[in-house]
């Protein structure tokens, strides 16, 4: 939003601001005056719909990305997941068919894609409730882009991190919960033996690919990789925190048998999909990313605990 605000858009912005999802009033502090928000539930029609339908570009970010709150609500995660999609598609269709969706989709979709880089291309084999429904979502944007020609844009985001997460709780936001445990000079788990690669993508890489993915014609009906396309060992993200933060400890553990079901394998991004057709490439490292977002929690932690 903030990036928005700078750029001259009119912005309106519809959370919930439920705590536990990260909803928050100090994130949109300096902004307040310059957007509108509607406090409200997302599947609630008749409260979105006016907005809906005034709308050019929807950034459709509202999801629970927590697996263990998929595994233990199935059916209010079907409804954030997938429903709330359908929800948006049926308004577009019957009142603003030229709507630009965007869609925060997620790596997860894909499940494991083993000693292969991970494409757009790659077969959807999900792992998880979550990634099911995620992948619920792409198909009704297929379908109605297809059917309606609705325009719509899936953005398939890797390990995402940054500043104005929440740091409460462990379930998402892991970099965010790992800084915090740091600066508490606590514990921080590491499952396995650490040397699972993941791909970690900070906040701002991710709101630059956004916008200029709703900013290029060429994007309509695509899904593409976001990630910085660096492979980086799990224990060494977590190495990087502590050097960073200056406290904290390492510990190893054994997997918890209900992750390692999920457990997707070495992620390996190809990137170039979107590179391709708008020209971003991702601005931060992994070790600049964790400095920001610690900086931020050092100045403002009160108000995210």
């Known amino acids: ?39 409200n539930d997302i599947r609630n029609i008749e409260v979105i719909g006016p907005y809906i339908k005034n709308a050019d ?8 990305v927590s697996y263990i709150d998929s595994l233990n609500m199935p059916n209010e995660d079907y409804s954030l997941n997938a429903q709330s999609t359908l929800l948006i598609l049926e308004l577009c269709r019957n009142f603003n068919p030229k709507a630009k969706i965007l869609f925060a989709s997620s790596r997860m979709v894909l499940g494991k894609v083993e000693g292969t880089i991970m ?29 309606f020609g609705i325009p719509y844009v899936i953005l ?21 919960w790992f800084i915090r ?11 396995g033996n650490g040397e699972q690669l993941r791909d970690y993508i900070y906040s701002d890489d991710i709101v630059n690919a956004f916008i200029l993915c709703a900013s290029f014609e060429n994007t309509i009906g695509q899904i593409v990789n976001i990630g910085s396309g660096v492979s980086t060992k799990f224990k060494d993200m977590v190495e990087t925190i502590v050097d960073v933060v200056g406290k904290g400890k390492v510990k190893y553990v054994p997997w ?6 999920i457990e997707t394998g070495d992620i390996k ?19 600049e990313g964790i400095l920001n977002t610690f900086n931020y929690y050092n100045e403002f932690s009160k108000f995210y605990l």
Do not use: C
Not at 26 to 34: A, M, S, T
Not at 156 to 176: E, F, M
Not at 181 to 191: F, G, V
Not at 269 to 287: E, G, R, V
């Open 1 to 39: 939003a903030r990036k928005l605000v700078n750029l001259g858009a009119r912005i309106t912005l519809i959370d919930n601001l439920n705590p536990l999802y990260g909803g928050n009033y100090f994130n949109i502090k300096g902004i307040e005056d310059k957007v509108t928000l509607i406090i």
């Open 57 to 64: 570009i929807i950034y459709h970010f509202a999801a629970q």
């Open 119 to 147: 494409t757009e291309d790659a077969t959807p084999n999900p792992l998880s409730l979550y990634g099911i429904h995620k992948l619920t979502s792409e198909k009704y944007l297929g379908m109605y882009y297809k059917d």
């Open 156 to 176: 398939r985001i890797t390990n995402p991190y940054g500043i104005r997460q929440q740091i409460k709780h462990s379930k998402y936001s892991l970099v965010g």
């Open 181 to 191: 445990q740091a600066m508490e000079n606590k514990e921080i788990s590491i499952y």
């Open 256 to 261: 918890p048998k209900d992750y390692e079901k």
């Open 269 to 287: 991004t190809d990137i170039s999909k979107i590179q391709l057709l708008t020209n971003w490439k991702p601005a931060y490292s992994l070790k």
